[in-house]
């Protein structure tokens, strides 16, 4: 199990196997791994490795985020409800593909110190 926090709150990452009842989500399709926000906890799958390991943990730590931060009702004032799930699975998307490009980008302009600096008091 893994442990991080956002805006205080802990999460829990547990690495479960391809049949886990828990990579079944809220849709009922199972996935390669889920957030369940109520319970703050994220749920990968074992066998997972490499690029789509990455990108489907950062994906994940973005529901996080968005439970932990409050932009889940945010944005759900801007949708329709049945486009809920799907403007959230985008956010997420949009943080697993270009969150790291992003961060990178920061650390041009700004210097590694002080992306390193930001990091440790955000």
Known sequence: ????YLNGIPW???????DCPYLVDRTGSRRLATTDIRTNTI????GLS??????VTIHEIGHAA???????D???KMVRPEYWIEVEE?????MADYGLDILRAGK???GETMVDAFIRTS
């Open 1 to 4: 199990m893994e442990r991080f």
């Open 12 to 18: 829990r990452v547990y690495y479960v196997q391809s």
């Open 43 to 46: 749920y990968i799958y074992e």
């Open 50 to 55: 490499g690029s789509l390991l990455r990108r």
């Open 66 to 72: 968005m439970k932990s931060f409050g932009i889940i």
């Open 74 to 76: 945010e944005l759900h």
């Open 90 to 94: 985008w956010v997420c998307n949009f």
């Open 108 to 110: 041009e302009v700004l």
